[in-house]
């Protein structure tokens, strides 16, 4: 249930008879649907964290379990694929908690016509991307279904990892104090999928984010404590914030200046009228690391390929808990609330 | 990759430069499309074995892990839906490996416009189902593609489970001399999805079968050893059997007056010209035992409320290795071998 819930929406919204775009946006429409329609049918200890992965005892084993599905479109993006999404989206969400991925499962729903040359790609990128992770996909299954009840191929990947002892990275385990760091731009992954699908070719180029970041999360480990990780994909580093927060019961204080957006990414979030806040990214993280840490971390994070970027973007505070506030560039501050509506729908 | 190959085919398959809906039957088709694109590019040794799942070491304990996608259609049928499908299925690919199942995920893939009402009563459906079985549904994912880009749901659930210490069957475990069990009748699943697809009322009604099958497969554990198992879901019994036959390179003798098929759904499956040895099953499943513990485990069977129609129908022989012989009621002989085209597309 990644990026499902928001506890900062004040407002009663409107009910739905039919599931709408917006259920699936990763913002409040989606976070109602997880609270009032699957939390109480399914519920249990375990789900009721919502974080992206649950973690099971299994003997004196934790092993952290995810699942997702990836509908993206098209299935070829510049500097992506719907096989390498699959691959690294579950890589990543098992990293979240820590963990090491162990296995990983594969579900393959396919479109009557769908080119065989373009499943086979996907395949081999999958393939490739997991042999990148060290992982190997051990299960899997295929369906057909006729033109027109789906969009060519949709995957989903379910992963097993084992959480290391000790770890208790959860996103409602942020303390007032904590210092927040991301791990690099934000917005590439969302505008690089938007540029293809609307042909729009942006000056100097937008290229998806998407890469495994478990390697990363070891090195982070390994520098400090963590209390709380997010791989802010659908609903973006703002949905991310605002779950930590809500879940974590702190107040959180940003600076807009502090938060990397690459030039051309921001100069197609301006033209097309989008918050990059809340794009989708498939290969960052943002942290919440315990003061006297946050140093040793961070310089942790800039010695790796996926956190050469790394920077400090704001602070947990217990003043005004559930609520994220944004210094914006000209002095002021605004309140961050998920959006309502879809911005970029299918984009993971 | 459940029903997922074939090694009876003696002929080459023809090419497709698109998927057709033949991939995704269970029979040579899906078994070609896994030999040749799937296999080769994710290829393990977990994976190699083909098995219902993955049987992965977690320190001290054996973890089965498993999954599947389910676009059934319609979302309701006479004695089931999908929701019910998605856990007994993979609570059912769980325990053909003798596991207990521990925990389930599920991935919704929802069309805009998916009444909610339905969307309910299967998330409804599941709920009772998991707790039919004891087990929760620990973690999920929601997408949300546009009209005419999905066919109202699909949902991909994923099961861990623990298999019981000095537990190893596999349907390449199978022996010469290995008495074969099945739990009760065929073809009641995929005839009654088809009935209510189609519109068709058949005198006597025929209602899906879908149950889970843990409960007798611990059963049949505590009576005696087991070599191979299988429930016949998409690909029917006929696929199953060859199935093992191949992986366990032994050859199959069985009768045809032995298994049981109930009178409606033999009526339909004779009406509608579909052979009901190749028919969708949700609640049974087909043993490889030993012969000396065959008497024991068949009383056992007999003995729970899911195989209480228990019954002996063939054997596994040295003779004709990979080869299935079903002798007819007439005094024929007939070798099974896996249909090239979709009998029933989305039966599952």
Redesign the interface.
């Known amino acids: 249930?990644?990026a499902?819930f928001s506890l900062t929406c004040p407002v009663p919204l409107t009910r739905?008879?039919?599931?709408?775009?917006?259920?699936?946006?990763g913002g409040r429409l989606?976070a109602q649907?997880?609270r009032e329609?699957?939390l109480p049918?399914?519920d249990?200890p375990?789900?009721r964290k919502l974080d992206d992965?649950?973690v099971?005892d299994?003997?004196?084993?934790r092993?952290a379990?995810?699942?997702?599905?990836f509908?993206v479109?098209p299935l070829f993006f510049p500097g992506g694929n719907i096989g390498e999404l699959a691959v690294y989206g579950t890589v990543n969400d098992l990293a979240m908690s820590g963990a090491a991925p162990?296995?990983l499962?594969?579900?393959?729903?396919?479109?009557?016509?769908?080119?065989?040359?373009e499943?086979?790609a996907v395949?081999?990128a999958?393939?490739t991307a997991?042999a990148k992770c060290g992982v190997?996909?051990?299960?899997?299954?295929?369906?057909?279904?006729?033109r027109?009840?789906?969009?060519k191929l949709?995957i989903?990947t379910?992963g097993?990892g084992?959480v290391p002892e000790g770890t208790a990275i959860s996103a409602s385990n942020a303390k007032p104090g904590d210092v927040v760091i991301l791990s690099g731009t934000i917005a590439d992954h969302g505008m690089a999928v938007m540029s293809r699908r609307e042909g729009i070719d942006f000056e100097g180029g937008i290229l998806s984010d998407t890469q495994p970041l478990h390697r990363l999360v070891a090195a982070m480990l390994a520098a400090g404590e963590l209390h709380a990780l997010r791989d802010p994909t659908r609903g973006g580093l703002g949905t991310s914030i605002c779950e930590i927060a809500g879940a974590s019961k702190v107040g959180v204080e940003l600076g807009s200046s502090a938060i990397p957006v690459r030039e051309p990414v921001r100069g197609a979030c301006e033209l097309l009228g989008i918050d990059p806040l809340f794009v989708a990214n498939e290969g960052k993280l943002v942290a919440f690391v315990h003061p006297d840490a946050a140093g040793a971390v961070l310089r942790a994070m800039r010695d790796t390929e996926e956190g050469r970027e790394s920077t400090i973007i704001g602070r947990a505070v217990e003043q005004h808990p559930e609520v994220v506030l944004l210094k914006t560039e000209i002095g002021g501050t605004r309140i961050l609330d998920l959006p309502l509506h879809e911005q970029l729908?299918?984009i993971c």
């Open positions: 249930m990644a499902d739905h008879s039919t599931v709408v775009m917006g259920h699936g946006s989606t649907l997880v329609l699957f049918a399914f249990n375990l789900l992965q649950a099971v299994v003997g004196s084993s092993v379990f995810t699942t997702d599905s509908v479109t162990l296995c499962s594969a579900a393959f729903i396919m479109e009557e016509g769908l080119p065989m040359e499943l086979a395949v081999a999958m393939s997991a190997a996909i051990v299960t899997g299954d295929t369906k057909v279904v006729n027109r009840s789906a969009d949709f989903t379910t097993m084992i729908p299918r």
